[in-house]
């Protein structure tokens, strides 16, 4: 079994790596030029980005050509969106003819700051009830159950996507401060390799997924939003190493 997966803050890698097989990670192979993907069972797990999925996972798909007997698709939300996501990834897939089988989705802590408190978040999202959505969903794939989450929330996918992206590059930003200690860590967590440090001080490009990794991982608050529900507390899954994250995303 082979996982493509999409993290930033861990919450996706905690998924597969609990769900088990060999894991890819998309930004590695998107920076490796890896487009055949070949196996009798093969899965996606990423987030929910406003109802749809990160842009590069999208832009992915329009490449990726999978070759496996049994096809799922997991989405990591925090409120909602989830179906809609899986809707429009598996419309993606099978309009190119790749059959999907099944399709799930887990509840975990939400990382998008503008809207959510990460400590209110980590205070409502169990580990536990985490671990055993998880776990269903592990035995679903060991029987290669088929099954979709069914429910139809929005039908316009091009409006979905532009509504994110202007959302994300006009109304909120991501806004550097000052005392940057050059650790490096936003260079590192960044999946679209758009940080780099000038002056000892991060600079971003125009290439932002916006998944909000180098903000929570800003040791010193460097990096923080416009608009923020809670500047004070950030979120990386307790579960996930940093290194990790980084040797899944660090595509300099």
Not at 165 to 185: A, P, Q, R, Y
Not at 196 to 215: A, Q
């Amino acid at each position: 079994m082979k996982i493509l997966y999409f993290t930033s803050t861990g919450n996706n890698l905690y998924i597969a790596q609990n769900l088990g097989g060999e894991l890819l990670s998309i930004p590695q192979l998107v920076n490796d030029n890896i487009f055949d993907i070949e196996d009798d069972v093969v899965g996606i797990v990423f987030p929910v980005y406003y109802a749809t999925s990160p842009k590069m996972l999208r832009e992915y798909l329009k490449k990726v050509n999978i070759a496996a007997d049994y096809l799922f698709l997991i989405a990591s939300y925090g409120s909602d969106g989830d179906q809609n996501a899986l809707r429009i990834m598996t419309k993606t897939l099978e309009k190119r003819g790749m059959a999907v089988y099944y399709t799930n989705s887990v509840l975990m802590v939400d990382n998008y700051l503008p809207m959510f408190d990460m400590a209110k978040e980590k205070e409502i999202k169990d580990e536990n009830d985490i671990l055993n959505a998880i776990n269903i969903i592990k035995d679903d794939i060991l029987m290669k159950k088929e099954f979709k989450l069914s429910k139809k929330m929005f039908t316009n996918v091009p409006f979905i996507e532009k509504v994110l992206e202007s959302t994300m590059s006009k109304k909120f930003k991501i806004v550097v401060g000052e005392d940057c200690s050059n650790c490096k860590l936003c260079v590192k967590v960044c999946p679209r390799g758009n940080i780099e440090l000038t002056e000892e001080k991060p600079v971003l490009g125009d290439n932002c997924e916006f998944c909000l990794g180098c903000v929570h991982h800003c040791k010193n608050n460097v990096l923080n939003l416009n608009q923020e529900a809670n500047p004070d507390e950030r979120y990386i899954n307790p579960n996930i190493k940093v290194s990790e994250i980084i040797k899944s995303n660090n595509v300099g």
